[in-house]
């Protein structure tokens, strides 16, 4: 059973559009991430989340926006698509508690801005 | 911030051969770290989890080396197998930031010669 799910999982969109990015996480776990991967970058963190209620900046913020309204869920959101955000999109989700790193990633979301 | 590297970014063995990829970091209070494998179209699947107190872990088919030292991470691909040929990145964490925060490699794209 996927504990990490993300939607929509293709998803294309025209330059200056609004895109929403959407995860949900049944693992009960407070952090909650998202990353895009481009070939010859491997995985970089976009923004990240503590709990409910909380975003943080992570290395490539600029363009997007994040949302935790609930443990569960953690949505991404391109209020004007460009088309170097095409990209694939991870989300993920760990356990703060145990602080060992380990995350536990969805399927990916393959985004495409025309 | 941490900074990881990752080599080779292509690396092409023949079934039976072993197959070396490495990762140099850089924070020398990392203590986690994370070797993931991406078969194509796919999520990440975490394939091994090292702490720095443990210096050679073993796995089905592959071993992790972990030299504090020289801050070098490496995966050993004992005798490769089709089962193998995937992407594989390793991923770093630094304890104490209560956010499981990683820093990944770039990737390293693995198959088999036919």
């Known amino acids: 059973e996927a504990a990490v799910t993300q939607s929509p999982r293709n998803k294309v969109a025209v330059t200056g559009g609004k895109v929403t990015l959407s995860c949900n996480q049944t693992?009960?776990?407070?952090?909650m991430y998202w990353y895009r991967q481009d070939t010859g970058h491997g995985l970089r963190l976009i923004h990240y989340?503590?709990?409910?209620?909380?975003?943080e900046k992570g290395d490539i913020p600029d363009g997007y926006k994040a949302s935790r309204p609930s443990q569960e869920n953690f949505s991404l959101i391109l209020e004007l698509a460009t088309p170097s955000q095409t990209s694939v999109y991870f989300c993920?989700?760990?356990?703060?508690?145990?602080?060992?790193?380990?995350?536990?990633f969805g399927e990916g979301s393959k985004l495409t801005v025309l | 911030g941490e900074q990881v590297e990752q080599r080779p970014p292509h690396l092409s063995v023949r079934e039976g051969d072993s197959a070396f990829i490495t990762c140099t970091y850089t924070d020398p209070n990392s203590y986690y770290f994370f070797w993931y494998k991406q078969e194509p179209g796919a999520s990440l699947q975490l394939l091994m989890k090292?702490?720095?107190?443990?210096e050679i872990n073993e796995g089905q088919g592959f071993t992790v080396l972990l030299n504090k030292k020289d801050k070098r991470l490496s995966l050993n691909l004992t005798a490769a197998h089709p089962g193998d040929s995937a992407a594989y990145f390793c991923?770093?964490?630094?304890?104490?930031?209560?956010?499981?925060?990683?820093?990944f490699g770039k990737g390293t794209k693995f198959s088999l010669i036919p």
């Open positions: 693992n009960n776990h407070n952090n």
């Open positions: 991923a770093v964490s630094v304890p104490g930031t209560g956010s499981n925060r990683l820093t």
């Open positions: 090292v702490f720095s107190s443990t």
């Open positions: 989340s503590y709990g409910a209620g909380s975003t």
């Open positions: 993920a989700s760990g356990d703060a508690g145990h602080n060992t790193g380990q995350l536990y």
